[in-house]
């Protein structure tokens, strides 16, 4: 058959005829999705298409050791899940992320593709069904237990690139750490002058905090690993072998390479995606750790002239099309704006999670992709913000060391030596005058140059000590 834009076939559903274009794995189902779903032009995150050619795989596989599916058949349906599954068909998967609740319509999709393939393997013609993508592929399966299956598990394999991305950060900070060890610089609290801090020491605490994120995304994501694969419809595990749940879940933890176990509850796995919601809500906690980093690099970075400047920022490209020689911290403004996407797609899923009635959570399809794109646009994000940005940052240390010398605050190192009134009326004069700290108490004759030597000792300013012999002298001195 033929029509004006070219060849096509004729497929029939559950609700009647309807012409498909010749060439497509895809079938009836899934163009009648395409129809009804016109929103966003986004389609199946690449690693939700690997996480179901997958299943599809193991469920052939364990179908086929039960003698549920015939192995000629089986076969064919492994074969073309793994060709799924290796990213072959991806642009077979036309359907709209935003579609119907469940997800039954990318399910469909997946399992036409896999049909169309399997009986193309097998000899046939594309829309002959040799394989049929409901009674063969999708044999003892539902939408409403892969599918929850396939989000999990795509997140899991997703992760596995986040993790060295982040590791890679936490090390540039690290590493960092050891560079500026040495480099004093005025500490800040409430964005007023607080006692001098070292900057590796600020740069260590950025290192940890992606230390802390790695274990906190980890821990969210073990909850992940239970699924409800073999419960079918309603989570009672109706038209499946009894063994085939445990066979299915074998198999794909060998094919993923991921620790999954059946679920203890196939109903509860099918009720609640509160693992989804645990790991989103990891991912946010990191977004709201690098913003809060990218706001620091951004603010030590100003000038440079007129800001900070007690760091330098890569040169990138040109930061104005008015103003000439102008350089933008672009890493640290991209590390904020995808960081509020993430934060955005915690609220989607939040509200997707708590949106489930009864035996079925329907707004899977919304909790996959906001879940997904969070740890795909977090990891190519933080590979960038560690390449080109963090591990290029220098310190301008001359411009350090004149703030660390020049904070009012550095006066609180004078309490154990003069206490803190007189301290205070210093920072007093040193705010109305201009004149550093120091050298008001050198003038007024209240330190000796020793006691100055120690009071400017970087160790001694940003390390817990023991207390000082002047202490104990300035107070016999005021009983």
Request: aromatic content about 6%; hydrophobic content about 40%.
């Amino acid at each position: 058959m033929s029509s004006a834009t070219g060849a096509t076939r004729q497929e029939k559903d559950s609700i009647g005829l309807k012409d498909i274009p010749a060439h497509v794995y895809y079938g009836v189902q899934t163009a009648r999705a395409v129809e009804n779903y016109p929103i966003s032009g986004m389609r199946a995150h690449p690693t939700l298409i690997r996480a179901f050619g997958l299943i599809k795989k193991a469920a052939a596989l364990a179908n086929k050791e039960l003698k549920l599916v015939d192995d000629k058949r089986a076969d064919a349906i492994v074969a073309a899940a793994t060709e799924v599954a290796d990213g072959k068909w991806n642009n077979e998967f036309v359907v709209d992320v935003f579609q119907a609740g469940a997800g039954v319509s990318f399910h469909m999709n997946s399992n036409e593709v896999i049909a169309n393939r399997a009986t193309e393997i097998m000899g046939g013609k594309l829309g002959e069904y040799l394989v049929h993508p409901n009674d063969h592929v999708n044999y003892g399966q539902s939408t409403n237990d892969v599918f929850p299956t396939g989000m999990r598990l795509g997140a899991l394999l997703e992760l596995e690139k986040l993790y060295p991305a982040l590791d890679g950060l936490a090390s540039a900070c690290e590493k960092k750490a050891k560079e500026f060890d040495k480099v004093m610089k005025s500490g800040r609290t409430h964005m007023q002058d607080a006692v001098p801090i070292r900057l590796g020491q600020e740069f260590a605490a950025y290192g940890l905090a992606m230390r802390k994120a790695i274990a906190s995304i980890k821990h969210a994501s073990d909850g992940l690993r239970e699924l409800g694969l073999g419960g079918s419809a309603v989570g009672t595990g109706i038209n499946t072998h009894p063994d085939y749940r445990e066979k299915a879940i074998a198999q794909l933890s060998g094919l993923s390479g991921q620790k999954l176990s059946a679920a203890a509850d196939m109903r509860w796995a099918m009720q609640s995606n509160a693992a989804m919601a645990e790991v989103s809500s990891s991912l946010r906690n990191l977004a709201l750790e690098i913003i809060r980093i990218s706001n620091d690099v951004r603010l030590m970075s100003s000038g440079p002239n007129t800001g900070f400047a007690e760091i330098n920022l890569p040169s990138l490209q040109p930061g104005s099309s008015i103003m000439p020689g102008k350089i933008n911290p672009v890493m640290p403004e991209l590390a904020a704006m995808v960081s509020f996407q993430v934060v955005g797609n915690d609220t989607a899923v939040a509200m997707a999670v708590q949106g489930g009635q009864l035996e079925l959570n329907v707004m899977m399809p919304t909790m996959s992709y906001s879940v997904m794109q969070s740890i795909t646009i977090l990891t190519n994000m933080i590979n960038v913000f560690t390449d080109r940005c963090i591990s290029g940052i220098t310190a301008n240390e001359n411009r350090c060391d004149f703030y660390a010398q020049s904070t009012v605050s550095l006066a609180t190192a004078l309490n154990p030596y003069i206490g803190y009134a007189k301290a205070a009326d210093i920072v007093k004069e040193s705010v109305a005058t201009g004149r550093s700290i120091i050298d008001i108490a050198r003038d007024k004759k209240l330190l000796s140059e020793k006691e100055i030597e120690e009071i400017l000792d970087p160790v001694r300013m940003t390390e817990p000590q023991y207390p000082l012999d002047a202490a104990k002298d300035r107070d016999k001195k005021t009983k």
